[in-house]
């Protein structure tokens, strides 16, 4: 049995993230789920909530304002090398962006949207 752990979500799409939120409430009913539409607000919520720290995020590559990658950079400055495990999420299949994540050794996976909720459990497992 997987044991419940706090995720954050950050997507620019509702539907996506409603579709994370019920798998990962599907896998346990104790886990904790905080979905943001912005990066900016997710990482402010990061600044000012020290505890519980995120133990897998999931992260939409292209948004508006900040995208992933730019939150990845801040988000890293910010815990000094104790950070969750990243899931990018994103439509782009180009090369680039797989080659970039794979830099990250916090980003255990890209998941190409549009995912099935099969790819995420299987994502979710993988951190177990």
Not at 17 to 41: P, T
Not at 59 to 64: A, K, R, S, V
């Amino acid at each position: 049995m997987i044991k419940p752990k706090f995720y954050i979500v950050i997507d620019d799409d509702r539907i996506n993230n409603m579709v994370c939120e019920s798998v990962i409430k599907k896998l346990h009913e104790q886990n904790q789920v905080i979905s943001f539409l912005r990066a900016e607000d997710a990482l402010n919520y990061l600044k000012n909530n020290l505890n519980p720290k995120p133990d897998i995020i999931f992260l939409d590559i292209n948004m508006p304002e900040m995208d992933g990658w730019e939150f990845l950079d801040n988000y890293l400055k910010l815990n000094g090398g104790n950070n969750a495990q990243i899931f990018m999420l994103s439509s782009s299949i180009n090369q680039s962006d797989f080659d970039k994540a794979k830099k990250y050794v916090q980003v255990l996976d890209y998941i190409v949207k549009p995912f099935s909720k099969d790819k995420l459990v299987k994502a979710i497992e993988m951190t177990s």
